[in-house]
C-alpha cells in the first residue's frame, strides 16, 4: 500500500508570498494530522481531521494558516502571507479508525521563507 | 502542560558502542509513550511504544521502559549499527493512545561511524 505523500518536498519562497502544501494520506485513513518542526525545536502538532470536519485545531499558529481537506481525501495546508518564523519542516500524518491503530508519517515538506 | 525533555544532541557513537537516550516527561493523567525515529530523507517511524507503567518496549533491538517513579523512558541499544544513525524523538499522548495528538521532544540526532 502506499504510505502518505506530501508535496513539495521542498519548497523556497519570500516573505509575504503564499505558499500551499499538499498531504495525500493512505487510503482509507478518516484521521488525518498536521505537525510542524521549526529548526531545533520540538515538533508541534497543528491539527487533526476526522474525514473533512477539524477535529481539533488547537496547534494552528494563527490564522495566516488555512487547513482543508476536501472530501475527506487529500488535505491542504496554505500559508498566507509567509513569514520567516513559519520556515520549518511541515509533516503529515494519517491513521485508520481504531483506537489504537498506528500513525503513519509521511516524509515532510522543508519550508523555507526568506 | 504536558510536555518531554530529552537529552541534547549530537550523539556519536562507533559501531557496538551501547546507545542511551534520555527521556523525560511531565504529563496529567496517564499518557502512552512512544520512541520515533526519522532516517534520512525519510518521514518519522514508529520504534516502540509503551502503554501503561513498568511496560518495556521493545523493536530491532532497542528498548525502553515506562517509569512512572522517575517520569522516565530511556531508549537503550546495547551494540549500535551505522544502519542506526537518525534522528530520535521521544513522545506522548495523553488522549488514550491513539497516537495523534502526540507531544514530542526535540528530537536527539544519532551518527554511528564505523
Known amino acids: 500500500e502506499a504510505g502518505v505523500t506530501q508535496f513539495p518536498s521542498h519548497s523556497v519562497i519570500e516573505k509575504g508570498q503564499t505558499v500551499t502544501l499538499r498531504c495525500d494520506p493512505i487510503s482509507g485513513h478518516d484521521n488525518l494530522y498536521w505537525y510542524r518542526r521549526v529548526m531545533g525545536k520540538e515538533i508541534k502538532f497543528l491539527l487533526h481531521f476526522v474525514k473533512e470536519s477539524k477535529q481539533d485545531e488547537s496547534g494552528m499558529p494563527n490564522n495566516r494558516f488555512l487547513a482543508e481537506r476536501t472530501g475527506g481525501t487529500y488535505s491542504t495546508l496554505k500559508v498566507q502571507p509567509a513569514e520567516l518564523e513559519d520556515s520549518g519542516v511541515y509533516f503529515c500524518?494519517?491513521?485508520?479508525?481504531?483506537?489504537?491503530?498506528?500513525?503513519?508519517f509521511g516524509n515532510g515538506t522543508r519550508l523555507t521563507v526568506t | 502542560g504536558d510536555s518531554v525533555t530529552q537529552m541534547e544532541g549530537p550523539v556519536t557513537l562507533s559501531e557496538e558502542a551501547f546507545l542511551t537516550i534520555n527521556c523525560t516527561y511531565t504529563?496529567?493523567?496517564?499518557?502512552?509513550l512512544f520512541w520515533y525515529v526519522q532516517y534520512p530523507g525519510e518521514g518519522l517511524q514508529l520504534l516502540l511504544k509503551a502503554t501503561k507503567a513498568d511496560d518495556k518496549g521493545s523493536n530491532k533491538g532497542f528498548e525502553a521502559t515506562y517509569r512512572k517513579e522517575t517520569t522516565s523512558f530511556h531508549l537503550e541499544k546495547g551494540s549500535v549499527q551505522v544502519s542506526d544513525s537518525a534522528v530520535y524523538f521521544c513522545?506522548?499522548?495523553?488522549?488514550?493512545?491513539?497516537?495523534?495528538?502526540?507531544?514530542f521532544g526535540k528530537g536527539t540526532k544519532l551518527s554511528v561511524k564505523p
Open positions: 504529563a496529567t493523567g496517564y499518557p502512552s
Open positions: 513522545a506522548l499522548t495523553i488522549d488514550g493512545g491513539s497516537q495523534g495528538n502526540l507531544i
Open positions: 500524518a494519517s491513521r485508520g479508525k481504531r483506537v489504537n491503530s498506528p500513525l503513519h
